[in-house]
Structures are given as C-alpha cells and as structure tokens.
T-cell receptor, first 114, second 112 residues
Framework: DADVTQTPRNRITKTGKRIMLECSQT?????MYWYRQDPGLGLRLIYY???????NKGEISDGYSVSRQAQAKFSLSLESAIPNQTALYFC?????????????FGPGTRLTVL | QKEVEQNSGPLSVPEGAIASLNCTYS??????FFWYRQYSGKSPELIMF????GDKEDGRFTAQLNKASQYVSLLIRDSQPSDSATYLC????????????FGSGTRLQVQP
C-alpha cells in the first residue's frame, strides 16, 4: 500500500467551482506539504503544516486554503477555481526533528479548470 | 534571481557516460540539499541528500556540495536509458526557513 495517497488522482472542474484535494499518509510523519507543479516552473510550495495546530503559507497561497484534520490528513481547497490553477498538485510528508527531514511525495492530482 | 537555479536542459549523454547536473542557490545560510528524480507524470523520488561540503556517494550517484560557491551537483556514473528523467534540486534554507525550495529541474536524456 502507498504511504502517501492523494484523492482524486484526476479532476476536471469549471471556473468558480469549489474543489477539495485530499492527502492521507500512513508514514506517521508530523509534517505535511502541498505543492503545485507547472511545466518549466518546478515545484512551488502552497501551504505546509508541521503539526495539527501549525499551518503556514508557502510562496503561492493566494486562492488556496488548507485544513489539517488529523496528523495523517491534510486537505487543500480551491474556494473558487480559476483556469490558471490548472496544474499537477503534490502532497508530501516528512518526519521532522533532527536529520535530513526528507520529504516523501504522493502520486499527485492532475487538476484541470475549464 | 531565483533562489535555486538549474539549467532546464535537455542534457543529452550517451549510455555509459557520466552525467553531470548542476544547481546553484542564493541563500548562503542554506543547510541541506536534496536531489530528486521525477519521471514524466510521476511524483518526485529522493535520490540523495547532502549537508556537508565535499562529496557523498551512493551507488552510481555522487552529490557534491561547495557552500562557499553556493553550488551543488549530482554526478551519475554509467548512465542508463532508465536514468532519463527530470532531476530536481531542492534546498532547505537557513534559520527561519523551514520548507524546501525547489529548482525547476534539469531534463536528462540518456541515448542508447
């Protein structure tokens, strides 16, 4: 079974619709992240959470919100989707603490906003 | 200036050759450096990380870090067609910077 899962894997929606992307992990990690990836732009951080009560904006948080429902679940919401939010979205987790704090990625959600 | 810069490529090397991938970063206080590999349409997967100056080897992969020059590289020895992918450099900044910053990636093509 995958350690980091994302649902849905693909989603097509219309401008103005509210949409939620979900991420779950069984790695027991405290830290969770949401990134988007656009061609030629690499991964850009949207939001990150270092524990259930710690939510932080990343470099491109405008138009997005998040909810950390539990240690294992971190959801990303687009309140009113717009076409330039069409992208590949990745959730990631890391253990935290000392050491490398390596991030492990989910399989991604491909979102298309028409 | 981007915080983490990589040449987008494609970098084309013949099978069996050494591929050299480079990354520069702007935050002099950066502490940890990561290389991820990403196949088209797939999620990034960690190759290795480094946080001390010098070389770190893992199988066919060697990461090299030079903090004075703010430069990190990845060497892939005996390149195989299966190494063809985009390689992402990621940097964890200094004090107060808790998340990773990714470069835009270098596409590597290994020609059979």
């Amino acid at each position: 079974d995958a350690d980091v899962t994302q649902t849905p894997r693909n989603r097509i929606t219309k401008t103005g619709k509210r949409i939620m992307l979900e991420c779950s992990q069984t790695k027991g990690h405290d830290r969770m992240y949401w990134y988007r990836q656009d061609p030629g732009l690499g991964l850009r951080l949207i939001y990150y959470s270092f524990d259930v009560k710690d939510i932080n904006k990343g470099e491109i948080s405008d138009g997005y919100s998040v909810s950390r429902q539990a240690q294992a679940k971190f959801s990303l919401s687009l309140e009113s989707a717009i076409p330039n939010q069409t992208a590949l979205y990745f959730c990631a987790t890391s253990l935290g603490g000392q050491g490398s704090d390596t991030q492990y990625f989910g399989p991604g959600t491909r979102l298309t906003v028409l | 200036q981007k915080e983490v810069e990589q040449n987008s490529g494609p970098l084309s090397v013949p099978e069996g050759a050494i591929a050299s991938l480079n990354c520069t970063y702007s935050d002099r206080g950066s502490q940890s450096f990561f290389w991820y590999r990403q196949y088209s349409g797939k999620s990034p997967e960690l190759i290795m990380f480094i946080y001390s100056n010098g070389d770190k080897e893992d199988g066919r992969f060697t990461a090299q870090l030079n903090k004075a020059s703010q430069y990190v590289s990845l060497l892939i020895r005996d390149s195989q067609p299966s190494d063809s992918a985009t390689y992402l450099c990621a940097v964890r900044g200094g004090t107060g910077r808790r998340a990773l910053t990714f470069g835009s990636g270098t596409r590597l093509q290994v020609q059979p």
